[in-house]
Nanobody, 125 residues
């Protein structure tokens, strides 16, 4: 079993920044790819960003590229999502997830087997 706990969400004005954190326990975190997804009200869950096991490779959805940065600290079993230049359309519940081993498509939710409870991010205009 893997437990993922997100934190750092909140209310921010457009153009502002937030940093989300996700702390993991229960699996060898340092060997696991991690991702961040988001789900706006009434919409499907969508991929935001992913990072490989050692932080050396990152992936971003086009909608967040250049504004969001994913990183990880394996010594702290934590993955981060630094969000800048936030827009109202970034408003969503943000989830971190642990990727199944040997899966290729980092943007596919079904390739992730453990999920956090989510943290709300609200961007006001």
């Amino acid at each position: 079993q893997v437990q993922l706990v997100e934190s750092g969400g909140g209310l921010v004005q457009a153009g502002g920044s937030l940093r989300l954190s996700c702390t993991a326990s229960g699996r060898t975190f340092s060997s696991t790819g991690m991702g961040w997804f988001r789900q706006a009200s009434g919409k499907e869950r969508e991929f935001a960003a992913a990072v490989n096991w050692n932080g050396g490779t990152t992936y971003y959805a086009d909608s967040v590229k250049g504004r969001f940065t994913i990183s990880r600290d394996n010594a702290k079993n934590t993955v981060y999502l630094q969000m800048s230049s936030l827009k109202p359309e970034d408003t969503a519940v943000y989830y971190c997830a642990s990727r199944r081993p040997f899966t290729g498509d980092v943007a596919r939710p079904s390739n992730y087997d453990y999920w956090g409870q989510g943290t709300q991010v609200t961007v006001s205009s």
